[in-house]
């Protein structure tokens, strides 16, 4: 069994900044892509940065130049580095791994999602 454990929510004020962190644990082989994608009310989840294994990126174009993803592959742990926050970032933010487990193999773990609004 795989888990995400995200941390780093909260309610901060346009223009600041937040960092996200999730832990990934268990049964763990390897971790390929990990990602954080949020989903505001009313929206359907969405997509927000991707890392590869091998630390290659993608940003959906909303978050271009304001958002940071890292990840240390050693701790399994994947960051969000979220500067210049505006109110339409308010959204539960979702850590995903594509996992390979030692006994189940592939695995798509979902953490359990954390709050974060933007508001004054």
């Known amino acids: 069994q795989v888990q995400l454990v995200e941390s780093g929510g909260g309610l901060v004020q346009p223009g600041g900044s937040l960092r996200l962190s999730c832990a990934a644990s268990g049964s763990i082989f390897s971790i390929n892509a990990m990602g954080w994608y949020r989903q505001a009310p009313g929206n359907q989840r969405e997509l927000v940065a991707g890392i590869t294994n091998g630390g290659s990126t993608n940003y959906a174009d909303s978050v271009k130049g304001r958002f940071t993803i890292s990840r240390d592959n050693a701790k399994n742990t994947v960051h969000l580095q979220m500067n210049s926050l505006k109110p339409e970032d308010t959204a539960v933010y979702y850590c995903?791994?594509?996992?390979?487990?030692?006994?189940?193999?592939?695995?798509?773990?979902w953490g359990q999602g954390t709050l974060v609004t933007v508001s004054s």
């Open positions: 995903n791994a594509q996992v390979i487990t030692v006994r189940a193999g592939y695995l798509q773990v």
